[in-house]
């Protein structure tokens, strides 16, 4: 079965807390339900309390989805990790998630608007060599407290590019499963189709933002932030951009969860509730051409 929910990053920016940070939780989730979603993932605004979470998402007819775990398997091991980790997994599991979103942020910079992306960091063999059985063991710790942990690739951080994403997933257990973020595998350099398919038995949690070329080729050549580039429009919503999104869901036709729209933009060039409408509209219809309900 297929649900369809949002972040709250299409309303107000978790990374630059000044982006849409006039917009209240109140507007985000008012408008998330006018719009026919039926779960919201974490943000910045939402309460980390478990019940209080879970109250507030039903009393506008939603669930929690799940929520961003930064880990840091490169500086710690996995056992110290899981122990770091005890009071978000409790509140994210006392909310009602099922999936646990993970990204490995040891020196990462996509948090930062000054640090361009050519910036960032690439993992020597050595560092790969601690870094993926960590994730595993660490994916399987979390596993028996009731979550599955869904790996993030992500620009600006260690796994970015779909040569880094085939390593990440060859070198990882079947406790990991990946999430398959359309907008960060395009702008990374892939091809979220061939990606879509290629991984399909192994695709846990699917992120839908669409990817203006243009504006992602400009800020790659001329060395952008990742926040510089968000706030240019390098994202959008699916089927306002360059993505086949009926390709993807096509090559998903086993895939049973949540699919999210996630489609960080300046509120101030790009309406959340507009967007976020056209954006669900579009995924519907995605959906329905792929023939998944």
């Given at each position: 079965?297929?649900r369809?929910?949002?972040?709250?990053?299409?309303?107000?920016?978790?990374?630059?807390?000044?982006i849409?940070?006039?917009?209240s939780?109140?507007?985000?989730?008012?408008?998330?339900?006018?719009a026919g979603?039926?779960?919201?993932?974490?943000?910045?605004?939402?309460?980390?309390?478990?019940?209080?979470l879970?109250?507030?998402?039903?009393?506008?007819?939603?669930?929690?989805?799940?929520?961003?775990?930064?880990?840091?398997?490169l500086?710690?091991?996995?056992?110290?990790?899981?122990?770091?980790?005890?009071?978000?997994?409790?509140?994210?599991?006392?909310?009602?998630?099922?999936?646990?979103?993970?990204?490995?942020?040891?020196?990462?910079?996509?948090?930062?608007?000054?640090?361009?992306?050519t910036?960032?960091?690439?993992?020597?063999?050595?560092?790969?060599?601690?870094?993926?059985?960590?994730?595993?063991?660490?994916?399987e710790?979390?596993?028996?407290?009731?979550?599955?942990?869904?790996?993030?690739?992500?620009?600006?951080?260690?796994?970015q590019?779909?040569?880094?994403?085939?390593?990440?997933?060859?070198?990882?257990?079947?406790?990991?499963?990946?999430?398959?973020?359309?907008?960060?595998?395009?702008?990374?350099g892939?091809?979220?189709?061939?990606?879509?398919?290629?991984?399909?038995?192994?695709?846990?949690?699917?992120?839908t933002?669409?990817?203006?070329?243009?504006?992602?080729?400009?800020?790659?050549?001329?060395?952008?932030?990742?926040?510089?580039?968000?706030?240019?429009?390098v994202?959008?919503?699916?089927?306002?951009?360059?993505?086949?999104?009926?390709?993807?869901?096509?090559?998903l036709?086993n895939?049973?969860?949540?699919v999210?729209l996630?489609?960080?933009?300046?509120?101030?060039?790009?309406?959340?509730?507009?967007?976020?409408?056209?954006?669900?509209?579009?995924?519907?219809?995605?959906?329905?051409?792929?023939g998944?309900?």
């Amino acid at each position: 079965m297929i649900r369809i929910g949002a972040n709250p990053i299409c309303w107000s920016n978790d990374d630059l807390w000044d982006i849409g940070g006039n917009i209240s939780v109140e507007q985000c989730l008012t408008e998330a339900r006018d719009a026919g979603i039926q779960g919201m993932e974490k943000g910045h605004k939402l309460p980390e309390d478990g019940p209080a979470l879970k109250k507030l998402l039903a009393d506008y007819g939603m669930v929690f989805v799940s929520g961003w775990y930064s880990t840091f398997l490169l500086e710690r091991d996995a056992d110290a990790e899981f122990a770091a980790a005890q009071n978000d997994l409790k509140w994210r599991k006392e909310a009602g998630a099922e999936v646990l979103v993970v990204c490995e942020c040891t020196r990462t910079v996509h948090g930062t608007k000054s640090a361009p992306l050519t910036s960032r960091p690439v993992l020597t063999d050595a560092e790969w060599a601690v870094f993926l059985p960590r994730m595993t063991r660490f994916a399987e710790l979390v596993k028996g407290y009731g979550l599955q942990v869904v790996y993030h690739h992500h620009m600006g951080t260690v796994v970015q590019t779909p040569e880094e994403v085939d390593r990440f997933m060859a070198g990882t257990g079947p406790a990991v499963k990946l999430l398959l973020d359309t907008g960060h595998m395009t702008w990374g350099g892939g091809d979220a189709v061939a990606m879509a398919r290629k991984y399909a038995d192994r695709i846990g949690h699917v992120h839908t933002k669409d990817v203006r070329t243009p504006i992602a080729k400009k800020a790659l050549a001329e060395g952008w932030s990742f926040l510089d580039a968000v706030l240019e429009g390098v994202y959008t919503v699916p089927g306002d951009g360059s993505i086949d999104f009926t390709g993807v869901f096509k090559a998903l036709p086993n895939y049973s969860g949540w699919v999210v729209l996630e489609a960080e933009q300046d509120p101030e060039k790009a309406n959340p509730k507009k967007y976020v409408n056209m954006g669900i509209t579009n995924l519907k219809r995605f959906l329905a051409e792929a023939g998944l309900r």
